[in-house]
């Protein structure tokens, strides 16, 4: 790379890491970001194009990082929501969002109300509350098919304050009174919208009646997912939750490359057709955080060998909220900074290359063909997932550079002792979440098709 081209990208990724200063500093729940690396951004066009996507989807992740943390209180469990039927199984294809929505999260087709409407929602393990977008909402972005309209469905109800659901959503208000339906204001990224709940048939394969959910009616920005998001966390108003009698609290997914442009992933809804022989980790509870996959990482190997990380940077305080989980929201690994140090330290070890300096929001960029060691997250079980080379670095189109795929978390506050195993290093993967059972699950899998 000549020195001219190095000092245009540094010039480029100045100006972007500087919004993800102005993203760490904002008060949100979740972070997410409209911008993407799509296969468009990624192939067939120039390396500062690349750099300006890979920094705009680095400070996503950054402030998806350091906010994740500060999910909604937890509220009574719900009683009437779900179907009564014995757990049992489905399967829900799912495609990355990037080229049909423009969003970072994996999205799956949902059918809302009756007869029934089609969204195209995102899914959302960190999140708890499903909200969509409803007709006549001021300021939602443009979608590629209509937004849900409450009118046009027999069975839409809304929800009255003083109803259980109403306390379980964060900030409720019911400024119309006890009778009035109860509204919500919500943070999402960029974004603040406010909601009306209420509850409807949703169906993403079976029919789940009388769903609670969020119709949103006013949004402010532009980061809000433009169908809608359905939450897969462990909160009282999930997905897992309102369906536990139907699914028995347990799904699991495949998730495909973020070049894919197929329904080529899975969702799997229920125990039935989970994988029998899974190497899975002890899921553990934060009550101060409950709606976050928390799992005890005792250690990381580069190439097959142990990379020295203080014990304290990786081990789990319900407390502090400190440790390791899962998450498909974010795109690229965030790990506390002492972990990250000592796993890129042992990358650039094994690589044996000149570093090609920041690029992207990434610190360990190659210019030269090189040799990608493997990565490996050891957890308590023992349980070993080693990552190829396609979880590890992230390629330009022409493979000419190559940079480590993940970053160092937030540097201040709480949050920055937070490690987020990404959707990145997922791929390719089957992760399962057996809530019943207290195990998170991983085991290879080709998702792509």
């Known amino acids: 790379m000549s020195p001219l081209r190095l000092s245009a990208f540094v010039v480029l990724l100045s100006s972007l890491l500087a919004l993800s200063t102005a993203m760490h500093s904002s008060t949100l729940l979740l972070a997410r970001s409209p911008h993407s690396v799509s296969p468009s951004a990624v192939a067939g066009t120039p390396v500062t194009a690349w750099a300006a996507t890979l920094a705009e989807q680095s400070a996503s992740d950054a402030a998806r990082a350091a906010t994740l943390a500060a999910g909604p209180r937890p509220g009574p469990p719900i009683t009437d929501a779900a179907a009564n039927k014995g757990p049992h199984r489905s399967f829900v294809p799912i495609a990355p969002g990037r080229q049909l929505l423009s969003i970072p999260s994996y999205v799956a087709r949902a059918r809302l ?190 190439g097959g060998k142990p990379v020295p990380v203080p014990a304290s940077a990786l081990a789990f305080d319900p407390t502090s909220g400190r440790g390791t989980i899962v998450d498909a929201g974010t795109m690229f690994t965030r790990l506390s900074a002492p972990v990250y140090a000592a796993v890129r330290d042992a990358f650039r070890r094994r690589v044996r290359a000149p570093v090609a300096g920041p690029l992207g929001g990434f610190d360990t960029c190659y210019n030269v063909t090189v040799s990608v060691p493997t990565v490996t997250f050891v957890f308590d079980g023992p349980v070993s997932v080693t990552l190829p080379e396609e979880n590890v670095v992230i390629r330009s189109s022409s493979g000419g550079i190559a940079c480590l795929a993940m970053a160092a978390g937030p540097p201040d506050g709480v949050d920055a002792a937070l490690n987020v195993l990404a959707s990145m290093q997922q791929q390719n993967h089957r992760v399962l979440f057996d809530v019943a059972n207290g ?9 792509t098709a």
């Open 113 to 302: 109300g009756t007869p029934a409407q089609a969204l195209l929602v995102a899914i959302d393990p960190s999140n708890d509350a499903a909200w969509v977008p409803c007709a006549a909402c001021a300021g939602c972005a443009p979608a590629p098919a209509p937004s849900f309209d409450p009118t046009r469905s027999s069975t839409y109800r809304p929800v009255r304050c003083g109803a259980p659901q109403c306390s379980q959503v964060p900030t409720p208000s019911c400024p119309r009174g006890a009778g009035a339906s109860c509204a919500f204001n919500l943070s999402y990224a960029a974004s603040t919208f406010q909601a009306l709940l209420g509850q409807d048939a949703l169906a993403l394969d079976d029919v789940v009646t009388a769903y609670t959910f969020g119709c949103l009616h006013v949004v402010s920005g532009n980061s809000v997912p433009p169908q809608g998001l359905v939450g897969f966390g462990r909160g009282p108003l999930s997905f897992l939750s309102q369906t536990k009698d139907v699914y028995g609290s347990v799904f699991s997914y495949c998730l495909p490359s973020y070049k894919s442009s197929n329904f080529s992933g899975t969702l799997r809804l229920g125990p039935a057709g989970q994988p029998k022989r899974i190497k899975t980790t002890p899921l553990l509870s934060n009550p101060h955080r409950p709606s976050l996959y928390y799992v005890n990482m005792v250690g990381i190997r580069v």
């Open 439 to 447: 195990r998170v699950g991983f085991s290879r899998e080709l998702c």
